[in-house]
């Protein structure tokens, strides 16, 4: 057996193939369309994805220096936040390295 | 399929529906006998044409869906297929498409690519050719299948294996997981065969024991910690083996709508076995409209039509009273509590039934029909 696959600070994430970003006006919600899937993204999730899936947005770390400079926080704090987020995204085939 | 969308907060509050399942046929090359189609095909000469599919594309966004599962029958029988994707994608829905892929080639995945379609679903009756190719009753179905789901990841869509399992490819559950990986499916879903439609003809034919079940289970038990990050994992157990029902459907008329070749509007794909219904078309009302009080969605949404052991049972609004075709082709009474549930009065006959069809193992198939012209 191998170890799972792990996001960390020097990976760089997109998200999975045939997943999309995309708000639906019908109920006014961020959301992540996947293959018979939906996932409903608050607006924490919604700047994680934002900062670290786009093919420019360079390596998870650099997007959580990004993050921590746009909300004024403390870095280890949102890097804590931004590695679990995208590590459960990976889990749920969401995202991928 | 999962959905994650927040529910309404208020009784009187309907949610939107989530998905579409747009059966644009019942013509498919493939004679698989547990196929989930109706006895009664629809023939050819019935199914609606390109504009009304688009109308109901439209609607279907109007009433707030979010995705439409191209499906059949075999949706590449169809020529409009790519129409119909491009439109879809035009009006804003997520676009699956459910296939048998055995008629599918390269350029034609382009195009629907092209398109904007995002996933395809692709089912294989076994990890090898010559079962494989038996229970689909086409030979050469399964070499083909494999060159398209490796066609599909090359073209950057995502990818689904739905593996289909019974008592003659159940014990090969890891090979079928082996294979996804190989082919870089995003995805698995383990199906046990549901015994509907044609499934239901041929369950003598199709249920496993209970020790092969308890293998499988065991089996995919053990490989999903490792699986985790690598492919999603949809399992579905069969019922028939188990103590408390499936939310089928996720509940009566709570995500989904079925539209069927001809365009009748259902709740979900087996309800035309249920008698008495009152089933509207597209040609009549609009989805929105169907949605919110149709006759047949109306009838079992929610919890206001159960029946002892249900209505005073805590699990009601997560199982929502399991599944209703089901109620009716074991128990004889859609009305009833699905006899699966081992609070049903009908679930020790259930149990008695299960054990002689799975005990019956020279039972032939039945193999799927086509439609009439």
Redesign the interface.
Known sequence: ??D???IFEDSRVRL?????L?H?R??D?W?L????????LDDTALAVVRATTPRDAGTVGEAITRLAAEYDAPRADIAADVLEML?DL????YVVP | ??????RATHADTLA?P??VLAELTHRCPLRCPYCSNPLALDPASREMDTASWKRVLDQAADA?M??V?FSGGEPCVRKDLEELVAHATDV?L?T?LITSAVLMDEDRLIRLRDAGL??V?ISLQDTEAEGADRIGGFKGGHARKLAVAEMV?RA?????INAVLHRHNIGRVDAFIDLALDLNA??IEIANVQYYGWGLVNRAALLPSHEQLIAMDTAVRARL????????V?YVVPDYYARRPKACMGGWARRFMNVTPSGRVLPCHAAETIPGMDFETVHERTLSEIWRDGPAFVRYRGTHWMPKPCRDCDQNEVDWGGCRCQALALAGDADAADPVCEKSSAHAAVAALRDADAAALDTPFRYRGSPAE
Do not use: W
């Open positions: 057996m191998t799972s696959p792990t999975a193939p045939g997943v999309m995309r639906d019908a109920r919600e959301m369309l996947a293959p018979e899937r939906v996932l409903v590590n990976l889990a749920k085939g | 399929m999962t959905c994650l969308l927040p939107p989530f998905a707030g979010l995705q599962h804003g997520y699956n995002q996933h679903q990841t950057g869509l995502a990818l689904t995003g995805r910690p490792d699986l985790k990050g690598r492919i999603v949809d």
